[in-house]
Structure formats: structure tokens, C-alpha cells
């Protein structure tokens, strides 16, 4: 394999998914190198479906506050393959979550015949959206439905917010609301390509939330929502579990335990919040290969962070990771946010790729759009991991002297035939690396700059 391009984003410097020369970045004395990039390709990991992000109503609200040019230059950033970051996946929430304006349902009073079924808040901010999104991603997008929580008539607790727990009793009728959204969905031209049972099922949140065990999500799925989707035609993945990464081995255990949870779940979704934990993802793609493993949602918390470089970094590390472990599927949180990190109808305030300053209508990309970019852009839906190992020796610029995780690479086969590297330096120092492969006698050294980020295309 030889290097054919190379793209980097570093702190500091202009350099934002710069495509440059290789020869820009060769260094002359191979003594210098602290790295060397060990790539197998006859080590074959996983078939990945690609990257995406959230379209929230609150990411729909704050993108409407824009001038339709810039609304739709946001829009092909994210989606477009060829001018943009080429998202293939999205995700969007059945009834509010909290990034909604306020809660509400799609029935919001107790209505079991569904007769009165609105989508009215929908049609607002996240249709317009979808759609858009779908239009930019030139009709190849996989939608994934996740609800916070059902009607607040439906639950124990009688609201929508502070967790509680779908009454039994309506365990059939919330299989047919499922369905009904999805047809309303499929009637405005958005198929979907998968659902979860329940976002965050072990979190009581003071906004819209119900808890669910994994046995309750897996016994929904079999007996009620797998039958009344495979009713009406649709093959739609059921993802279960859809919370952190900490639990995410007992739960998929637990779930698929119950009779028939092999044909109707098709796999697992998580989140970062609990920490790295990347053990868990490892385990559950071993031990169920044929599964789909998603990455569903993940932000830094406690409000924008305009500028921050971290952020960035933060990405990198957790897709690189997740990559490594066996994830099949990464998406993003919300794709835009306002400059106070919402609107949130319960406060809860985060960090997005990109801000939008809904009083001047302007926006800005965050480290966290490029960093994104440097995945998403190059490692193709049907694209394979191969393998990639880094060996090292002391690097001075990290605080134990070890590299750690401070270097860290994942490598996918795309279909095309090119090899997409990417490799990320937390460290304050240069990165000199050499990359190995069987298929290549190139010991030509290069250079990643200090907090920085490179995508190295290889053929």
C-alpha cells in the first residue's frame, strides 16, 4: 500500500480536513520516529454502516433561524458525501425528548383507538429536516427512531417526565403508536431503517424518560412491536438497551435470554456517558457477530463550549475506540445547537458540532465537526476494519512519558479498494510515524502535529 492523500486538522493552525501533499508531511531522519502504524489487512473486523448525527426538534428550531442558503450549507456539511462530512445515518425521537421545545405526544390525551394521532410537531422542525437531510445525503439515509417516552396516560407515573413505566396493559397499544409513526413517517416519503425499544431505559430524568428492564424491552420487542411491525411489512431492525457502555454487556445478555429475542432484536445501541468501558462493546460484537452494535448518542455536557479544542479530541477518542471494539454504526447528538446549548426544555444544555447564533443567524463549526469529518468522510458505509496496532517508544510530550492512549488509529478497507487511516495526537509534540503493512515495503516516516488529527488514504 502506498499513501495517495492525506487530510489533517490540528490545533493552532488553520488547518481544518486540509487536504495536503504527502510529501508535505515526510520527514527526513528516521531516527526521529516514535510510532510505527502496524496495519493487517488480513485481519478483518467488521462491515461498518456508516456515521451520522441527530435531527432533534431542537436541532430543526435553532437551523430554522438561519437564512435558507445557510440553513442548507449546515445541512450538506453534515450529509452531503461529496462537499460535506457524508453522513448515512440519522436519528430522530418518537413523541419529545429532552432537545423538544416542551413535551408532547402524538396523543397527547388518552385516546386508545389512536384516532386522534397528530403529527402536527413533527411536521414543525423534524420532518423539514429529515427530509432535507435525506435530499442532501442524495436519498441514502437510514433513519433510526428512538422514543424518550411514551404518553404521559400510558405510564404509572401519568407524565411524560421523571421516569416511571409503561403500564402493561398497554404494551399492545404502544406497539400500534410505534407502528403508526412509522407509517405517518413512510406516507411523507422517510422509510426507516431501524428502531430502539426505549432511549436511556435505565434513567429517571427529570425530562421525558421510562424505565424498562431487559427483560421488559426484549419481551416488548417479541411479543408486541417485532409481530405488529413484521405485520405491516416492515423489516426494521429492534435495538435494545440504548444507555451507557457500562451496562451494556449484562443488558444485551439479559435481553436476548427471552424466548424469541434472536429474530426480533437486531442488536444493541449505547452511549458514552459512563466513561470508556470499551470492553463491553468488544464482548457483545464477539459474541454476536450477525447483531448491529450502535453508537446512538453522545455530547459534552454542561453547556456549549465555543472554540474548545478538547471536544474534538474527545470524538476521536471514543469513535476510534468503539471502531476498534467492533461498532458497526456511530451517531452523533444533536447535529446544531444554539449558543446557550439547546433549546432544552429541562435545562440539561450541551455542546454541539455546530453552534447557531439564532439572534445574528450565523453559525460555526466546533473541533468536533472537523474531528467527525476525519471518519466520516473517508471510512465509507460497507467499508471493513482491518487491523491496526500502534508500537511505540517514550514519547516526552505526554505527562507519563508513554504514549498511551495519547496516539490512537483505527483502518478500514472501503469498498473502492482504498484504505482509510486515521490517526489522532493528543500529545503537545509532533507525531513521527511510519506505517507498516504487508502489502507495502515504505518506511518513509511522516509527521502528525500536536493535537492533531490525519486521515491517511492508502492503495
Partial sequence: MNVIALYETAKDTDSRLRKREPADRRVGNPKSVSCIVKLNPAERG??????????????????NALSPEHRAAVIDAYFDAERGNGYALARTHLNSCDFSLENW??????????????????????????????????????????PWSPPGWMKDNGEMNGGGKLLPGYYGLWARYFRRFLDELKALGIPVWSV?????????????????????????AVNYLGPELEKAGYDVPILVWDHNRDRLKERFEESMAVSGADRYIGGAAFHWYSGDQYENVR?????????????????????????????????????????NAGCTAWIDWNVALDTEGGPN?????????????VHAGTYEFQSSYWYIGHFSRFIRPGAVRIGARLDSWMVPACADGRMGNMMEATAFRNVDGTTALVLCNRTEADMIYVVESPESGDQTPYRCPPRGIQTVLLR
Fill in 196 to 220: 430502539t425499544v426505549q432511549n436511556e431505559g435505565e434513567a429517571t430524568q427529570v425530562w421525558d424518560s421510562c424505565r424498562w428492564t431487559g427483560t421488559e424491552e426484549a419481551e416488548f
Fill in 283 to 323: 464482548w457483545v460484537s464477539e459474541h454476536y457477530p450477525d447483531k448491529i452494535l450502535a453508537f446512538t448518542e453522545g455530547c459534552v455536557e454542561g453547556g456549549p463550549r465555543p472554540g474548545a479544542w478538547f471536544t474534538g479530541e474527545r470524538y476521536a477518542h471514543n469513535i476510534i475506540n468503539d471502531l
Fill in 105 to 146: 405526544a402524538c396523543v397527547a390525551e388518552r385516546d386508545e383507538t389512536l384516532e386522534s394521532f397528530s403529527m402536527d410537531r413533527p411536521l414543525a422542525y423534524q420532518v423539514p429536516l429529515i427530509l432535507d437531510a435525506m435530499k442532501s445525503a442524495g436519498g441514502n439515509l437510514k433513519l433510526m427512531v428512538s
Fill in 345 to 357: 426544555h429541562a435545562g440539561n444544555f450541551c455542546d454541539a458540532p455546530t453552534l447557531v447564533d
Fill in 46 to 63: 467488521q462491515t461498518f454502516l456508516g456515521f451520522g448525527g441527530a435531527l432533534t426538534e431542537s436541532s430543526g428550531f435553532v437551523l
